[in-house]
Structure formats: structure tokens, C-alpha cells
């Protein structure tokens, strides 16, 4: 099968994911700079997920640049990694309003760490499927993929003695991913170097 319907799923999901978080946002009740204080944890909570969600749909569409067929396994990997990131609303939400308690940030870390593995594991059925080498020849090493998993777990663990300090994990994850990550381009520009010759 083609990779189109996928993607234009995915895409999909992601724009309700996003707008399902921004219509989470409380208004505040008075027309005043104080008033809007009350909803900066919120607005915070709401930037650090959607980064995420934004890191999540730029490395799905990098990924299927280099994918040009999928099958059953691999759209059901998609759907696990959608259940996923479609709880981000939720865990969100639960964060902002228990003002970074350390159950709801726990299980904020936890909704981090299960995304990441889901988008691992759909690396994984990809690289198996018909075509996945060009996915497995593009990532090389994947060293960021590899320790964000870690990361999400050190962040889980700080949350049970300082929350904030899982916040802290967890958004240098997000800045770490932030960071142009160009293997998939320099992937294709060299495989499109030898029939430009």
C-alpha cells in the first residue's frame, strides 16, 4: 500500500490533538495582566506538549519521505503511536490543573515515555517491512531516539522527589529534539546525488 492515507490520517489526528489541547485553555475571567497570570502554568503546559506533538509530526513525516509502501503491521504501529500522542490532551490537562503534582507529572512522563516507544516500535515494524532499509540506512545510529526513552524515565523518577525537576527532563528533551535533525534529508540528497550526474 501507499504511504498517503497514512499520513494524511496522521496528519489529521495531530491538528485534533492540537486544537483538543488549545480549547483546554482557560480564559481568564478579568480583562487584566494580573488575571492572565493565573493562566500562564497552563499556557506552559500547553507549549511544552504541543512542541511535542510538532517533534512528533516532523520526524513522521521525515520518516515517510524514505517509506514508500506499508502494510497491515505497520498501520497498526501508526494507530498505537496515535493512541499515544491522542492522550497528551488529557495528561496535559491533568498536569496544569494539579499545578505540576507529583501523580499527574508522573503520569505526564509516563504518556512521554509510551509515545516514544510507540514511535519506536513503528521504526521497528518499518524496518522489517518491504522497503525499511532505506528508513534503517537514513537514521544510522539514532542516538537521540535511543536516549530519549531514558530520559523520560529519569524525568518519572526526579517526579516522585520535585516535579518541577521531571518538567525540567522533560523539556530539555523537547529542546533537544528542537534541534534540526537533517539524517532523512541527507539520506535522500545523497540518494538523489548519483542520478543527478
Request: no cysteine; hydrophobic share 55%; charged share 10%.
Given at each position: 500500500m501507499q504511504t498517503s492515507r497514512l499520513e494524511a490520517f496522521t496528519d489529521g489526528v495531530l491538528a485534533i490533538i492540537i486544537t483538543i489541547m488549545v480549547l483546554e485553555l482557560n480564559v481568564p475571567e478579568e480583562p487584566t495582566l494580573h488575571a492572565?497570570?493565573?493562566?500562564?502554568?497552563?499556557?506552559?503546559?500547553?507549549?511544552?506538549s504541543f512542541?511535542?506533538?510538532?517533534?512528533?509530526?516532523?520526524?513522521?513525516?521525515?520518516?515517510?519521505?524514505?517509506?514508500?509502501?506499508?502494510?497491515?503491521?505497520?498501520?497498526?504501529?501508526?494507530?498505537?503511536?496515535?493512541?499515544?500522542l491522542s492522550i497528551f490532551p488529557f495528561t496535559t490537562a491533568w498536569t496544569d490543573e494539579s499545578g505540576f503534582a507529583r501523580t499527574p507529572t508522573v503520569v505526564y512522563g509516563l504518556n512521554l515515555l509510551l509515545a516514544a516507544i510507540a514511535y519506536y516500535t513503528l521504526q521497528v515494524v518499518i524496518f522489517?517491512?518491504?522497503?525499511?532499509?532505506?528508513?534503517?540506512?537514513?537514521?544510522?545510529r539514532d542516538v537521540k531516539g535511543r536516549s530519549s526513552p531514558a530520559l523520560y524515565?529519569?524525568?518519572i523518577a526526579l517526579a516522585f522527589a520535585a516535579p518541577w525537576l521531571a518538567v525540567v527532563v522533560f523539556a530539555a528533551v523537547a529542546i533537544m529534539w528542537l534541534v534540526p535533525d537533517r539524517r532523512v534529508e541527507r539520506y535522500l540528497e545523497a540518494q538523489q546525488a548519483p542520478s543527478a550526474e
Amino acid at each position: 500500500m501507499q504511504t498517503s492515507r497514512l499520513e494524511a490520517f496522521t496528519d489529521g489526528v495531530l491538528a485534533i490533538i492540537i486544537t483538543i489541547m488549545v480549547l483546554e485553555l482557560n480564559v481568564p475571567e478579568e480583562p487584566t495582566l494580573h488575571a492572565l497570570g493565573g493562566s500562564a502554568t497552563g499556557f506552559l503546559t500547553y507549549l511544552l506538549s504541543f512542541v511535542y506533538i510538532g517533534i512528533y509530526w516532523n520526524n513522521h513525516h521525515h520518516m515517510f519521505q524514505v517509506v514508500e509502501h506499508v502494510n497491515g503491521t505497520v498501520l497498526w504501529a501508526n494507530l498505537q503511536l496515535l493512541f499515544w500522542l491522542s492522550i497528551f490532551p488529557f495528561t496535559t490537562a491533568w498536569t496544569d490543573e494539579s499545578g505540576f503534582a507529583r501523580t499527574p507529572t508522573v503520569v505526564y512522563g509516563l504518556n512521554l515515555l509510551l509515545a516514544a516507544i510507540a514511535y519506536y516500535t513503528l521504526q521497528v515494524v518499518i524496518f522489517r517491512s518491504p522497503g525499511g532499509l532505506n528508513l534503517r540506512a537514513a537514521l544510522g545510529r539514532d542516538v537521540k531516539g535511543r536516549s530519549s526513552p531514558a530520559l523520560y524515565v529519569l524525568g518519572i523518577a526526579l517526579a516522585f522527589a520535585a516535579p518541577w525537576l521531571a518538567v525540567v527532563v522533560f523539556a530539555a528533551v523537547a529542546i533537544m529534539w528542537l534541534v534540526p535533525d537533517r539524517r532523512v534529508e541527507r539520506y535522500l540528497e545523497a540518494q538523489q546525488a548519483p542520478s543527478a550526474e
